[in-house]
């Protein structure tokens, strides 16, 4: 019963490759998020969408394309995996105004090698 | 854009002690909340205040966002407590969904 649910947990891959992040949630909210925390733990936001529509895309490579096949999923795919890819990306949901606050999966720890 | 600041970035407590963490904002936000991330990576929801004074067993958090600013309290720390602590909160007006968050402080309990 998690409220948000992201897999795999881990992922380590070579540079080059094609990757993909899920992540579901059960709350009924209508906005989910997709964050990344580097190295130096600072969190920021990378995309948002609320109802299957992008809302939010923070100046992020168009390697990285979220898809939203219906509001309670948001999957992240990677394209030509670089380095500086590693991190880990956090998925989360809200209602539209935020009120009663976010709600944050667990997170998927990639590494690039 | 809108800058989140919060102090101390570092400390160390011994357990049993209290503390007082601050995070400032340099404009008005909606939604604040805090948030703990453990050792093991996980961000975990302390409080959703976006104004008053909320108390959960051995913390509590006050925000007063006429002034731009919250404090979260530990009183009597466990090691358990150990880890990042972060708040962020949501640009006012309502221009944008994205949360904000600050820096962090990182806490270490020592027994």
């Known amino acids: 019963d998690t409220a948000v649910s992201q897999t795999p947990k881990y992922l380590v891959t070579q540079m080059g490759n094609d990757k993909s992040i899920k992540c579901e949630q059960n709350?009924?909210?209508?906005?989910m998020y997709w964050y990344k925390q580097d190295s130096k733990k600072f969190l920021k936001i990378m995309f948002s969408y609320n109802n299957k529509e992008l809302i939010i895309n923070e100046t992020v490579p168009n390697r990285f394309s979220p898809k939203s096949p219906d509001k309670a999923h948001l999957n992240l795919h990677i394209n030509s995996l670089e380095l500086g890819d590693s991190a880990v990306y956090f998925c989360a949901s809200s209602t539209a105004s935020g009120n009663y606050g976010y709600t944050f999966g667990s997170g998927t720890r990639l590494t690039v090698v | 854009g809108i800058q989140v600041e919060q102090s101390p970035p570092d400390l160390i407590l011994q357990e049993g002690a209290n503390s007082t963490l601050r995070c400032n904002f340099s404009d008005s936000v909606n939604n604040l909340q805090w948030f703990h991330q453990n050792p093991w990576g996980q961000l975990i929801n302390l409080f959703y205040i976006p104004s008053g004074t909320k108390q959960n067993g051995r913390l509590s958090a006050t925000t007063v966002a006429t002034e731009r600013y919250s404090l979260l309290y530990i009183s009597s720390s466990q090691t358990t407590d150990s880890g990042v602590y972060f708040c962020a909160g949501r640009p006012g007006g309502g221009a944008t969904n994205k949360l904000i968050f600050g820096t962090g402080t990182l806490l270490a309990v020592q027994p």
């Open positions: 709350l009924g909210h209508d906005t």
